[in-house]
Structures are given as structure tokens and as C-alpha cells.
């Protein structure tokens, strides 16, 4: 048993029961006013029925269906809660008294009313019993009365009220509910559509959500009812009958429901439905025939779609049915209620699904005509065709929205050549189409089998970038191994028990809605996104087309970025040995001098060159120059720092740009350089290994330069000079700048004159 399970099975079966009369009598005996004069052991009895009552409502709070033991407990401590600042502050105490009329309103609110009566009781008991023990009954019986009748007239009177209202609205949503389900059984056709097509310069991912889709369905079933009502009222003038009415069939009820109806009645059952087969209604959707009665002398028990008699006796009904009437198939006309058709008449194998039924009845014996049926089944064909072309409007509709949609992602993806631009185009994109509570995309790396957590927005998502989690770790990586999508409603939490999300380390909380949804090219998994919600129901069928649409989109955008990052690496990188090349070192050095305006700091530069390296391409040849050219390449990229860089010059030239880096750390750095250079051999082709030295010069910012080619040069001149030295050292260009002024000031006074060839 766990942990929790213990507490909850064992400890909490006794602790309130008991606790709830011990805490009692100290309230009974009025023990805590001892509180004003700040006792100890008040203060801990206060701390322990406050944790109690705070630890009773975490576990009420995790109960669905709270029982009449929940509700009692929960109810009997908090009104021994706030007795303690009733006693505590004495004479104040009666002031906050109509505090307690407020929580016996809001539990009256929540809990079943007779819930509720018993808590205020429990309540009333307390402080009688009270007054009892102080023997002060009688004189507070007028005080107690008037309690006793507040405190029933707030539960009774306003609990009840609140709790009214509370209904009203819980009506409200249902029939807000009914109403979308309308939409969805009448066709929903493309409300708006051209004004859609108006708006496509404009157009927003936020009109393909669900949210915006209801919107325009519930629109459209207004629409389309205000259009079948127009077709009732000319029915209704045309031929006088008593009544007209269109019945819909609703799959998810498995009956027929009235959906508008005009009638001279005033008693006309709109709640009413039918089974298929259930009254003259059911027959006709049961048989897929229309049936017309003509001389009913008695009523028929089949026409009970109104909550009285009304003295029908000529009723004709017809199916409204996508295909063509088979009049074959009528029942027989009779006045007599024997003949009336047997419900056990079974339909034709071959006839069509049909979607309603179309009826009109009168007072008046034979009231219809042959032709007027003919009339009303020109109506229902007429019906069904409304009803069709709205579907197709509808369906256009959607696929102009969703094409304008879809473009509108692709033009934003398709304008992104890195990948976090990318990335966050994508979650942003999701975010417009559905309100996620966490989302991230993940790149899968398919050599490894591990994803790494790219991009991700909502609660927690800092701590989960640049995390990795393999194939076997969790959900995600289920959906990167086996292709396949996951798409969970609401019950994630017990999912999630069994296997995390992405990893054991990678934390979620709160889950219940989750979208898992994997994205390739070319057949090849590059990764996935995933979105979760704490609510349930958050994502539908719907979401999870837009979705597989938008993930492929995200996936061909991340490879464009991938390849245009590869040939932007190519256009900066030295092929040989895959540092960067002269033209990232240019842009670097000025973005370095750039910053250091901002923020200055010293730089430092280094230039490197193979000594006698013409001599190695002309004894081994080319190839094993090149290796060479990665062997030092290898020691230049072991010895920086990761903010430094290391790009080969040209030929046998290397740099080294140092950002915060001094003269001093520079020239350290280039000596530890050439030492490492001199004590390494280079393996080339045919088993043979040689040696190299360099030679390099070090110049600094702003101690010898002011500017980018200004620090270069006085590279250089280090460089030459080393060069001219003997090859094999590290030269300062500081070095170079005293040796220039000595030999100037010991020059003759004919030379001092004269302008140096050289300058700074």
C-alpha cells in the first residue's frame, strides 16, 4: 500500500471522526479565549485544527464525487475553525458573527442543501451547548432564536437562490451545447464564406481553431434554420394545415427531434422525440415512407407530439430522404385507427439512409390531397437540397480557410532560414489555432536514437530546453520510434504514471490533454512536437488534422534551415581544416570592436605561421601539407577558449582573436602555443611523422591599436619581425614598437630627421 493510500484508507477514517468532538468540547467550554492572553497550549490546539482543516480540504478538493461523510467533516471543521476568532476576541466577536452566515451560504451553494441543514445545526448545537455550560441559556435564548432563524434564511433563502442561478447557467451551457450539436447535424455551411474570401490579406491563423470553427458552425445553424422556416411558413400558407413540422434524426441520441415547427397550437411538444419506429413520426423514418391519414375518427395514439389532445384527424408525413421517394412504399390512406401501419413493417434493404421527416396534420377529415403530398415531398427533396448545398458551402468554406491558413504558415516558415526562427514561428502558429498549456518541438537525431528539446513555451518550459531523452524514455520518444501519433482527451495523469512524457528528469506537471505528433522528410524522422493541456478535451479530431498538416510544414522548413545553415557554415569555413575562414574572421573581428564600444574590454589578436612550410608541400608533397595544416589546426582549437576564435588566414597563416584578453594572456597563450607545435609530430601518409615550429606575433587593443586593420598590421610587423628573428618564437608587437625607438634615438641626427619608413 502506498503512502498515500495508507493515509488515506486507514489514518483519515479515524483522525476526523475523532478530532471533530475533541475539538468540539474546547470550543463547547470556551477554551480558547484563553487565546488573548496568549497561552501556549491554545496556540499549538489552533495550529493543529487549522492544519487538520487545511489537509481536510486538500483531499475534498481531489475527490470527485465528495460523499455526505466528506461534506460533514469538511463543513463541521471549518465552523470550529471560525469559532476560534469568535472566542478570541471577545467583545469584537459578535461583530464577525454574520461572517458565519456567509459559510453556511457558500456550502449551501456547493453541498446538498439537506448537507448544508445538518452543518448548521452542528453549528447551532455548538453554541447552544455553549450557553449551557455558562448557564447563560436562557437569558441568550432570543439571541440564539434569531441566529438559528438568519442562519436558516441565508441557507434556505440565499444558498438556494445562488444555487438557482448556478443552474440557470449550467442550463444555459446545455443549451448552448444543444445548439452546437444543431450546427453539426444541419450541415453547418460556410457562414461568412465570402466575406472569408475578402479577408485573405489580412487573414489570421486564429479562424481555423476549433473556437472560431464552432463560431461559424452555430452561426450557420441559425442560418440554415431561418432558411427551413421560411419553407415551413409557406407550407403553412400554402396548404393551411393546423400544424407543420421537420423532424431531424440525431445519431448520437439514436431519435428524432423536433427542430422547428409552426403550429395554431399552443401546446406543441418541442422536447418531444421518437425512436425509429416509435408513433406515426418513427414509422415513417423506420419505413422510409411517407404515410397519409385521412379520417382519423378517433385520435391517434401515434400523434403525440402535443402535450393535450388537439383533435387531429388528417395528419401526412414524408421522409425527407437524400434520394428519390419510393411512392411504391406508401402505406395505405384509411380513416380507421385499425389500419394505421404496423410498427413492426420492416424498410427495404436497398433504401436509402434518410436524414428527417417532414409532417403536417389538421383538424379537419381529409384535409390533404394526393397532389398536396406530391407538394410536400417536392418540399423535402427541396429540403434536402438546401441542406446539401450547404454542405458543400460549408466544406468550400472550410477549405478556403484552411488553404488561406495553411498558406499563411508556409509564407511565415518559408521566410525563416534558421532554425529558431522557425521554431518559434511553429509555436506560435500552434498557439493561434489552440490555447496549449506547454508546448515543444524536438529535433531527433536518428544515429542516436535522442532527441533534444529545441524550442519550448508555457509552464516549465526553461528548464526543459537543450534536455535530451531517447526512444525508450517516455511517450515522445514512442511516437520518434514507431511513427505514430499520440492523442490523448483526458486521461494523460494515468497515462502518465506508468510512462513520463519525454524522461523521468524531464518534469511535467498537471497534464491532461496531450498531441503528440512526429514530422520526417524524405521518410526520415527529424523530430516531433508535442502539446499538452490541463484540461480535458482540449484537442479533437479536428486539431490533429490541422496538425499533421502543420507538421510537415515545420518539418520542411527545419530541413531548408538545417541546409542553409550547412551552406552558411561552408561560406565561412576552411575546407581543409574546418576552421573559420579570412571572411568569418573580418566579420568577427569588426563585430568584437563593435561590442567593445558597448563594453570595453581588451582584445588581442594572434597571427601564426609555419616556418619553412614550402619545404614540407616540396619534400612530402601537398597532401601531407595538409595534414600538417589539421594537425596544428587541432592544437590551435584544444588551446582557445570557446569564445575565442581560430581561423586559418590563408596559405600556412592562423589567427587567433581573443576577446577580453590582454597583452599579457595573450602572449602566454602563444608561447604555451609553440611549445605544444614544437613538441608535436604530424602523421602523414606512408607511416611517417615530422616536425614544424611557428612563429608568432601578438598585438593587443588599445594598448598597440585603435582599430580592426590597425591591430592586424600590428600583427603582422610581429609576425615579420618574429620571422626576421629566427623563426620559432612569440614576438609583442610592444616589443617591436621599443626596439623601432631605440634604434631612432641612437640614429644620427641626419637620419632622426628624416621620416620612418614605417608607421603605426
Not at 590582454?662 to 607511416?687: N, T
Request: glycine share 6%; aromatic share 10%.
Amino acid at each position: 500500500m502506498t503512502k498515500g493510500g495508507f493515509w488515506e484508507q486507514k489514518v483519515q477514517r479515524f483522525l476526523y471522526p475523532s478530532a471533530i468532538p475533541f475539538f468540539s468540547l474546547f470550543v463547547i467550554f470556551d477554551y480558547f479565549s484563553r487565546l488573548r492572553d496568549l497561552s501556549a497550549s491554545p496556540i499549538v490546539l489552533v495550529v493543529v485544527l487549522v492544519a487538520l482543516t487545511g489537509e481536510k480540504l486538500f483531499s475534498y478538493l481531489r475527490v470527485e464525487k465528495p460523499s455526505l461523510r466528506d461534506n460533514l467533516e469538511f463543513g463541521f471543521l471549518l465552523i470550529l475553525t471560525f469559532e476560534i476568532p469568535l472566542q478570541a476576541t471577545g467583545e469584537i466577536g459578535p461583530l464577525l458573527y454574520p461572517l458565519k452566515y456567509f459559510i453556511l451560504t457558500m456550502l449551501a451553494l456547493y453541498f446538498p442543501i439537506l448537507h448544508a441543514l445538518l452543518i448548521m445545526l452542528f453549528a447551532l448545537s455548538l453554541e447552544t451547548a455553549h450557553q449551557l455550560i455558562k448557564f447563560e441559556f436562557w437569558s441568550q435564548a432570543e439571541t440564539l432564536g434569531s441566529h438559528a432563524f438568519f442562519a436558516l434564511v441565508f441557507v434556505l433563502v440565499f444558498g438556494g437562490a445562488f444555487k438557482s442561478e448556478r443552474k440557470w447557467r449550467n442550463k444555459a451551457k446545455s443549451r448552448l451545447a444543444d445548439i452546437n450539436r444543431d450546427a453539426r447535424s444541419l450541415g453547418e455551411a460556410g457562414a461568412g464564406h465570402a466575406a472569408d474570401r475578402g479577408e485573405h490579406s489580412t487573414f489570421k491563423l486564429e479562424k481555423i481553431s476549433k473556437e472560431s470553427r464552432e463560431k461559424r458552425e452555430i452561426a450557420q445553424a441559425f442560418d440554415l434554420g431561418d432558411r427551413i422556416y421560411r419553407v415551413l411558413e409557406i407550407l403553412k400558407r400554402t396548404i393551411h394545415p393546423f400544424s407543420v413540422l421537420i423532424y431531424f434524426w440525431e445519431p448520437d441520441g439514436n431519435r428524432l427531434r423536433l427542430k422547428d415547427g409552426i403550429s395554431d397550437s399552443d401546446y406543441l411538444n418541442f422536447e418531444k422525440t421518437f425512436r425509429s419506429g416509435e408513433g406515426v413520426i418513427g414509422w415513417v423514418y423506420q419505413n422510409h415512407s411517407p404515410i397519409q391519414l385521412h379520417e382519423l375518427a378517433n385520435p391517434l395514439k401515434g400523434i403525440n407530439y402535443y402535450s393535450r389532445e388537439e383533435g387531429i384527424h388528417s395528419f401526412l408525413a414524408v421522409p425527407i430522404n437524400p434520394g428519390v421517394f419510393p411512392s411504391s412504399r406508401r402505406a395505405p390512406s384509411s380513416g380507421d385507427p385499425e389500419n394505421t401501419p404496423r410498427l413492426s413493417h420492416a424498410p427495404a434493404e436497398s433504401a436509402p439512409e434518410i436524414i428527417g421527416v417532414l409532417a403536417i396534420d389538421s383538424r379537419d377529415i381529409s384535409a390533404f390531397t394526393d397532389e398536396q403530398r406530391k407538394l410536400l415531398e417536392v418540399v423535402a427533396s427541396q429540403i434536402v437540397d438546401t441542406i446539401e448545398n450547404a454542405e458543400i458551402r460549408h466544406q468550400m468554406s472550410i477549405e478556403a480557410t484552411e488553404f488561406a491558413a495553411f498558406y499563411e504558415i508556409s509564407k511565415r516558415l518559408s521566410a525563416a532560414l534558421r532554425m529558431e526562427e522557425v521554431l518559434n514561428l511553429g509555436l506560435d502558429s500552434i498557439l493561434e489555432i489552440v490555447p496549449y498549456d506547454f508546448a515543444a518541438i524536438a529535433t531527433f537525431d536518428e544515429s542516436t536514437g535522442r532527441s533534444v528539446i529545441q524550442a519550448a513555451r508555457g509552464e516549465g518550459a526553461e528548464s526543459t530546453l537543450q534536455k535530451s531523452f531517447g526512444i525508450e524514455d517516455g511517450l515522445v520518444g514512442w511516437v520518434l520510434d514507431s511513427y505514430r501519433k499520440i492523442f490523448c482527451k483526458g486521461n494523460l495523469h494515468e497515462r502518465d504514471q506508468e510512462r513520463p512524457i519525454f524522461s523521468k528528469e524531464i518534469k511535467i506537471r498537471g497534464a491532461r490533454s496531450i498531441l503528440t505528433i512526429p514530422f520526417s522528410v524524405e521518410g526520415r524522422v527529424i523530430g516531433s512536437f508535442t502539446l499538452l493541456g490541463k484540461a480535458a478535451n482540449l484537442f479533437s479530431e479536428y486539431e490533429v488534422k490541422i496538425f499533421d498538416v502543420l507538421a510537415n510544414q515545420i518539418a520542411i522548413s527545419l530541413e531548408k534551415a538545417r541546409l542553409f545553415h550547412e551552406k552558411e557554415a561552408e561560406a565561412v569555413t576552411d575546407p581543409i581544416t574546418g576552421l573559420s575562414n579570412h571572411r568569418r574572421f573580418q566579420e568577427r573581428i569588426r563585430e568584437e570592436f563593435i561590442r567593445s564600444v558597448r563594453h570595453p574590454e581588451p582584445i588581442s589578436l594572434i597571427l601564426i605561421d609555419l616556418d619553412f612550410f614550402k619545404k614540407v608541400n616540396d619534400r612530402y608533397g601537398h597532401p601531407a601539407g595538409d595534414a600538417v595544416l589539421r594537425g596544428l589546426s587541432r592544437i590551435l582549437k584544444g588551446a582557445a577558449r570557446e569564445m575565442d576564435l581560430v581561423a586559418r588566414y590563408g596559405g600556412e597563416e592562423f589567427t587567433l582573436l581573443l576577446p577580453n584578453t590582454d597583452s599579457e594572456g595573450a602572449m602566454k597563450l602563444a608561447e604555451r602555443i609553440r611549445r605544444l607545435v614544437e613538441s608535436s609530430s604530424f602523421p602523414i601518409e606512408g607511416g611517417s611523422k615530422i616536425g614544424v615550429t611557428i612563429s608568432l606575433g601578438v598585438a593587443s587593443c588599445p594598448e598597440d591599436a585603435q582599430e580592426p586593420d590597425e591591430l592586424l598590421q600590428k600583427a603582422d610587423l610581429a609576425l615579420y619581425t618574429a620571422k626576421q628573428k629566427g623563426r620559432n618564437r612569440v614576438i609583442p608587437f610592444h616589443r617591436v614598437a621599443k626596439e623601432k625607438e631605440k634604434e631612432k634615438a641612437e640614429a644620427p641626427e641626419d637620419e632622426k630627421k628624416e621620416e620612418s619608413d614605417w608607421k603605426f
